[in-house]
């Protein structure tokens, strides 16, 4: 089974500069995140989709950051303009339909640096 | 959901059982207990979860206490690709996040 793919891998970008990210997730799965990780700290949601509607935004800084969800599979988000505080590992994951039962599967992450 | 308290760092020596302690003092009856780990430039993979009763899997065992305040990760035979981030997540049943903390950096030691 194939898993959670992202892409880019890394990414440096310059303050006030515009970055997306890109996640497929695994076949079939109905509901997908995105989470950021800071150096050291365990990954926080900034959103999440079922199908391709949001279940969970509360934590996403509408001002910069927006995600979508188109047809319910793949998924981009995107940063405009970055800070440097957006420095981060950039994790997306999914599972069968994110009820307490299933696991959620995780991508490898885009790390971004913001210079 | 109830919070998590686990140790920052621990140490264990390559083919002994590795234990991992985390407290939920204020987990309520419909909330379980995940496990997900996080090697080093990876992203999070489950391990294992329960409710009530001890789970086992291929991975590792979850025993978790009768009054279910507490529980233990154990790893029966750590590896040192078992040199991990674990992650204790407790989970409301009818939120689907997962909600991470600042979890346990596991060393094992050859």
């Known amino acids: 089974e194939a898993g959670v793919a992202q892409s880019p891998r890394y990414k440096i970008i310059e303050k006030r500069q515009s970055v997306a990210f890109w996640c497929n997730p695994i076949s079939g799965h109905a509901t997908l995140y995105w989470y950021q990780q800071i150096l050291g700290q365990g990954p926080k949601l900034l959103i999440q989709f079922q199908n391709n509607g949001v279940v969970d935004d509360s934590q996403l800084p509408k001002d910069r950051f927006s995600a979508e969800r188109l047809k319910g599979v793949d998924s981009t988000l995107k940063i405009q303009p970055a800070k440097l505080e957006d420095s981060a590992v950039y994790l997306c994951?999914?599972?069968?339909?994110?009820?307490?039962?299933?696991?959620?599967?995780f991508g490898q992450g885009t790390r971004l640096t913001v210079v | 959901d109830a919070k998590t308290t686990q140790p920052p760092s621990m140490d264990c020596a390559e083919g002994r059982a590795a234990n991992l302690p985390c407290n939920h003092s204020?987990?309520?009856?419909?909330?379980?207990v995940y496990w997900y780990r996080q090697i080093h430039s990876q992203g999070p993979q489950y391990i294992i979860h329960g409710l009530k009763n001890n789970e086992t899997n291929e991975m590792a065992s979850l025993i978790i206490t009768e009054d279910r305040k507490s529980s233990t990760l154990i790893l029966p035979h750590a590896t040192l690709r078992d040199t991990a981030v674990y992650y204790c997540?407790?989970?409301?049943?009818?939120?689907?996040?997962?909600?991470f903390g600042s979890g346990t950096q596991l060393t094992v030691l050859p």
């Open positions: 997540i407790v989970r409301v049943s009818s939120a689907r996040q997962l909600t």
């Open positions: 994951a999914s599972s069968l339909d994110g009820g307490r039962r299933t696991e959620a599967f």
């Open positions: 204020t987990i309520s009856g419909n909330e379980y």
